[in-house]
């Protein structure tokens, strides 16, 4: 497989291989089994072990059948970008002898920096929701829309890697007093074998015509309820 070919989070790699130098019964029967693992680039598993097996009764002309086992790799999303390595384990069920092989394949995702402690990182103020880039100097009009999008990372994780995280936003006006106010804003509570590495947050918010010019500030509070943890960024936005 290699490296040659890059996948993305939540995409689906294919994986096929042949089976050889197995044995076969005085009446023809051939019996193997498989076992497939496979690890992000710090070795941490993706998905359950995958097995399967294959059993056939050969005849003459199949002397050169070899049993083919295929298996589905489904890349967690998000996950970090590197090299995946995939285990296999090729057991002779009637010769009683296994074979192993590794293979890899690569994956074009973001780099993950390790977060000891929870976080509000990577914050962006957004002119739309589909823009590929932070805005240099956030400024909006009255009666625009600010999109903001940021990640939440350093959580601890419950049994079956649960997470339980949350955060609530506030807006402060030019004097410091509060315009609004939603807490909790977004709840994220999941469970799954890959351990999710940070919760993805996008929000948006009208600025209502009538609101007055000067400088903004938007308060977001991330909690972690299963490490007990909690942390507060401020950012500032103008509106003219």
């Known amino acids: 497989m290699g490296d040659r070919v890059k996948f993305l989070p939540g995409e689906t790699v294919y994986l096929r291989f042949d089976i050889d130098n ?6 023809n029967n051939v019996k193997v089994s498989w076992v497939v693992t496979a690890a992000d680039p710090k070795g941490v598993p993706i ?46 069920e009637i010769g009683k002898t296994t074979a192993e092989a590794d293979t890899t394949f690569a994956v074009s ?6 977060a000891s402690e929870l976080m509000v990182r990577y914050f962006g103020f957004y002119r739309s929701d589909a823009d590929p880039k932070p805005l240099d100097t956030p400024a909006y009009k009255t009666g625009d829309t600010m999109f903001a999008h940021f990640q939440i990372a350093g959580f601890k994780y419950g049994p079956g890697n649960a997470v339980d995280v949350n955060y609530g936003i506030a807006i402060l006006g ?22 999710k590495p940070f919760v993805d947050a996008n929000m948006n918010l009208s600025l209502n015509p009538g609101t007055k010019a000067g400088q903004y500030t938007l308060v ?19 509106v003219e």
């Open 22 to 27: 197995f044995v076969r019964t005085p009446d």
């Open 47 to 92: 998905v359950p072990p995958m097995s399967g097996s294959k059993q056939a009764t050969l005849q003459p002309e199949d002397k050169d059948w070899l049993p083919r086992a295929r298996q589905s790799i489904a890349v967690p999303s998000p996950a970090p970008g590197g090299t995946y390595k995939v285990h296999i384990k090729a057991t002779d």
């Open 109 to 114: 995702g973001p780099e993950l920096p390790p």
């Open 174 to 195: 030019p004097a410091g007093n509060v315009m609004y106010t939603q807490d909790p804003a977004v709840e994220e509570k999941t469970a799954s074998f890959y351990p």
């Open 220 to 238: 977001i509070t991330a909690r972690d309820n299963i490490g007990n943890q909690k942390t507060e960024i401020r950012k500032t936005f103008q």
